[in-house]
């Protein structure tokens, strides 16, 4: 029952939580969130010249970095932090722009936030976790990879009672991107010991799921 509960919320997590602007809310864009979601850098230097907000919301509480962030517009974070905008800004689900990049497999935004001020150590979304746990999750290697170089803190424990760690096992597939997500963790120095709510340790969830490569970064 467990192990159901556990692949039921694994998809959840997966499925909810971010999200990016529709095709509908897009095309209503005006203004800075129209020139985040096209990347046009040249006209949010202009509005910003103008004095336009560059913290304004959309109806989810999405500034304009949080739509460049989803559409890996690059030169337009770049703009939009250059005129003032909030680099650690959260939308109505808590993400900021260095959560939503991780999920989003985007190591190259992941590296152009932290540069630009974006905090890894930021404690994000309604689980109260980070933007490494949301990569360890997902198994995007590289990005935890990058986290971990910027400081993430390695053994944050979200409101579900997990780790980085413990979602890589938990929530992955046992997979080669999974495997390497665990290894990263681990050559950083996470705590393999540390266990869920139910006293069960990465290592003891991976047994149990034959995780064998898994095991093997484990123990």
């Known amino acids: 029952m467990i192990a159901g509960f ?3 919320l694994g998809g959840a997590l997966a499925g909810h939580g971010q999200t990016p602007p529709s095709a509908t809310e897009r095309a209503a864009y005006g203004g800075l969130h129209k020139a985040a979601a096209e990347g046009t850098a040249a006209e949010i230097r202009a509005l910003l010249a103008s004095r336009t907000d560059p913290n304004v919301r959309d109806t989810a509480g999405r500034t304009p970095l949080h739509v460049a962030a989803f559409a890996s517009r690059y ?9 003032g905008g909030d680099i650690n800004a959260l939308d109505k689900d808590r993400y ?3 959560t939503i990049a991780a999920v989003k497999d985007d190591v190259g935004m992941v590296r152009l936030a932290i540069e630009l001020g974006g905090n890894p150590r930021a404690v994000t979304s309604r689980y109260d976790g980070t933007a490494l746990i ?3 999750h997902l198994g995007h290697a590289a990005v ?7 400081g993430a803190p390695l053994d944050h424990v979200n409101n579900l009672g997990w780790t980085a760690l413990l979602e890589a096992v938990l929530l992955g597939d046992g997979g080669s991107r999974h495997v390497a ?3 990263a963790l681990v050559q950083a120095g996470a705590n393999k010991t540390m266990a869920d709510r139910n006293g069960i340790t990465p ?3 991976a047994k149990r799921r034959n995780y064998q490569a898994m095991v ?4």
């Open 144 to 150: 935890v990879q990058a986290l971990i170089e910027a």
């Open 96 to 98: 900021d722009v260095i």
């Open 203 to 205: 290592l003891e969830h």
């Open 75 to 83: 030169e337009a974070v770049r703009a939009l932090v250059a005129g």
């Open 134 to 136: 949301a990569a360890a």
């Open 181 to 183: 997500t665990a290894k």
């Open 216 to 219: 093997v970064v484990l123990e």
């Open 6 to 8: 556990i692949l039921l």
